[in-house]
């Protein structure tokens, strides 16, 4: 029997696509429906669903991030409210997408490319390279939104730093730190909102807290707990890699 879960932070969505898949494949078995990509990684690691329909935008992790995460363990099918311009992206590699309202015939024939591919016994492909270059396409601000400067507080003075010279960004529940070689600063923008304004390349995302400047790494290392750590540059200050953000250093 087909397994699959559902993720989206909006329940009206959600539900709507539970039913449609109940109606026309009755056969395909719902192990969980999820609110965010914190709760989808948790379910496709527990479940291990032969499909996961993933919202694009969901709070902690996005659909991109719960797919290049999940690294092949099941097949991904995006749902996205993005224009027809951005879906041109998801033609990149064996990944479908479904486009928002979704309508019970393009769900036909996105479930009818799924049954053909399990009969095959087809196997997912490795979608960490199909993840950086989707990601890249639906991310990539218009050059108008570009981050180049970034004004921080620091005690009663307001420093200015250029994006160029910043090392990583973290945050936690009030403020984002930016730290340069040597000064940094707090803003109240959180890592979400600064993705908007910089390009995949210009900062990684290594922690659901973290964003590094990849040009500052000196090096990543693994504990004796297989945990992985960034080292810098010109900073003393080592960065924690978190699970979900693993697949960038896949090689060590």
Not at 89 to 117: C, M, N, V, W
Not at 167 to 178: A, G, I, M, N, P
Request: net charge negative; with cysteine.
């Amino acid at each position: 029997m087909p397994t699959a879960i559902i993720a989206d932070d909006e329940d009206l969505q959600r539900s709507d696509l539970q039913r449609m898949l109940q109606l026309i494949w009755p056969e395909l078995e719902i192990l969980a429906t999820c609110e965010d990509g914190g709760d989808a990684l948790d379910a496709i690691t527990k479940f291990q669903p032969n499909i996961a329909f993933l919202d694009i935008r969901m709070p902690e992790l996005s659909g991109l991030d719960v797919a290049r995460a999940s690294d092949g363990k099941c097949r991904v099918v995006f749902t996205t409210a993005f224009d027809n311009h951005a879906i041109e992206a998801f033609k990149l590699g064996a990944i479908d997408y479904l486009l928002k309202p979704i309508t019970e015939e393009r769900l036909q024939h996105t479930i009818s490319r799924i049954k053909e591919q399990l009969s095959a016994g087809t196997t997912p492909q490795d979608l960490i390279q199909v993840m950086a270059a989707l990601d890249q396409r639906l991310r990539e601000p218009q050059e108008a939104e570009k981050i180049r400067w970034i004004s921080a507080n620091s005690g009663s003075t307001i420093k200015l730093f250029s994006i160029e010279d910043v090392l990583f960004f973290e945050s936690d529940l009030r403020y984002t730190r930016v730290v340069s070689a040597d000064d940094e600063g707090h803003i109240r923008t959180s890592i979400k909102e600064l993705q908007k304004g910089l390009s995949p390349d210009q900062f990684w995302q290594i922690h659901r807290s973290i964003m590094v400047n990849p040009r500052a790494i000196a090096r990543a290392r693994r504990d004796e707990m297989g945990n992985i750590f960034v080292e810098l540059k010109n900073h003393r200050e080592q960065l924690r890699v978190s699970q979900t953000y693993a697949w960038r250093f896949k090689g060590m």
